[in-house]
């Protein structure tokens, strides 16, 4: 059986991915596609994670685990995600950078040993990741002591988790990317049937396009019989241009301390970091 592991990251849909694929759980049910609810098995995978630390499953634990995550005994493929698969977010930023205990992806997949296991995770700039992480922890700036800001690289914790995870895929795509790339990431991450209708397409874009907007590019992709993606892309960058909600679109980036040259070394650094992760053979990177 095939299972995926979607990480998050923090501060990136926030819980709106894997709603959005339950909304399609029956659909994809008959497809063999497991969509189990979340409450089956966070705490679950937490504790026996901890319990292992890493050493395999024997096949006892790992029947017993997979009986209780999966609602249907049918499945060849099941959808698992929770933002701290990796780590508590009080614990994302370290002197190594970003998600210092990304290796410990191993101890979920060591919970499963004898299936095969996928990853999944959205990163994002951290010039905006950062100040909104630090918020919804409650810190301030003092939390970045320890921390290098030039460190806070996404290649170098995918990278340890392909090391920890040999023969994984990795799938990844940027947050900021989210609103134009949703349908893929979710056929990407189920790997359902292109031809399958799918509900929630547009669950990211609704938070940030006005209910006038959305109307008129739903109206306007029907009418048109919009289905090649690349058109649907231009589509909803117009649309989004001239009906984006503004403090839905624009982070808010605040952190004392950091000008607007802090801003752009990251987003510059980020950009280079893009890159090294596209090329990067073990990982599937969707881009617009």
């Known amino acids: 059986m095939q299972i995926l592991f979607h990480l998050g990251a923090h501060c990136t849909d926030d819980g709106l991915l894997i709603r959005s694929i339950?909304?399609?759980?029956?659909?994809?049910?008959?497809?063999?596609?497991?969509?189990?609810g979340p409450g089956r098995y966070r705490e679950l995978l937490g504790e026996a994670s901890t319990a292992l630390r890493g050493e395999p499953a024997n096949e006892e634990i790992?029947?017993?685990?997979?009986?209780?995550?999966?609602?249907?005994?049918?499945?060849?493929?099941?959808?698992?995600?929770?933002?701290?698969?990796?780590?508590r977010p009080e614990v994302v930023l370290g002197p190594d950078g970003l998600y210092p205990k990304a290796q410990k992806s191993a101890w979920l997949r060591q919970c499963l040993p004898s299936?095969?296991?996928?990853?999944?995770?959205?990163?994002?700039?951290?010039?905006?990741?950062?100040?909104?992480?630090?918020?919804?922890?409650?810190?301030?700036?003092?939390?970045?002591?320890?921390?290098?800001?030039t460190d806070l690289l996404?290649?170098?914790?995918?990278?340890?988790?392909?090391?920890?995870?040999?023969?994984?895929?990795?799938?990844?795509?940027?947050?900021?990317?989210?609103?134009?790339?949703?349908?893929?990431?979710?056929?990407?991450?189920?790997?359902?049937?292109?031809?399958?209708?799918?509900?929630?397409e547009f669950d990211m874009l609704d938070k940030i396009m006005t209910p006038e907007g959305m109307s008129r590019l739903t109206e306007f992709l029907e009418a048109r019989q919009v289905t090649n993606q690349s058109k649907r892309r231009r589509a909803v960058s117009a649309f989004l241009e001239?009906?984006?909600?503004?403090?839905?679109?624009?982070?808010?980036?605040?952190?004392?301390?950091?000008?607007?040259?802090?801003?752009?070394?990251?987003?510059?650094?980020?950009?280079?970091?893009?890159?090294?992760?596209?090329?990067?053979?073990?990982?599937t990177f969707i881009s617009p």
């Open 154 to 200: 996404w290649s170098e914790a995918i990278a340890d988790m392909v090391v920890a995870n040999p023969g994984c895929r990795i799938i990844a795509w940027c947050h900021e990317d989210t609103p134009f790339i949703w349908s893929e990431v979710i056929s990407e991450m189920t790997g359902h049937d292109p031809f399958t209708e799918m509900d929630g």
């Open 115 to 149: 299936h095969d296991v996928e990853f999944a995770i959205a990163i994002r700039n951290p010039a905006s990741f950062v100040p909104e992480l630090l918020r919804s922890i409650g810190r301030d700036e003092d939390a970045l002591d320890d921390v290098s800001i």
């Open 62 to 87: 790992e029947d017993v685990l997979i009986e209780a995550i999966r609602d249907d005994d049918t499945a060849a493929r099941i959808i698992l995600s929770s933002e701290n698969f990796l780590c």
């Open 22 to 36: 339950l909304k399609n759980r029956a659909r994809l049910a008959d497809e063999g596609i497991g969509v189990p």
């Open 242 to 283: 001239a009906h984006a909600i503004d403090d839905a679109v624009e982070a808010e980036i605040d952190l004392p301390g950091w000008s607007q040259d802090t801003v752009q070394m990251l987003t510059e650094l980020y950009d280079d970091d893009v890159q090294r992760l596209v090329q990067m053979p073990e990982v």
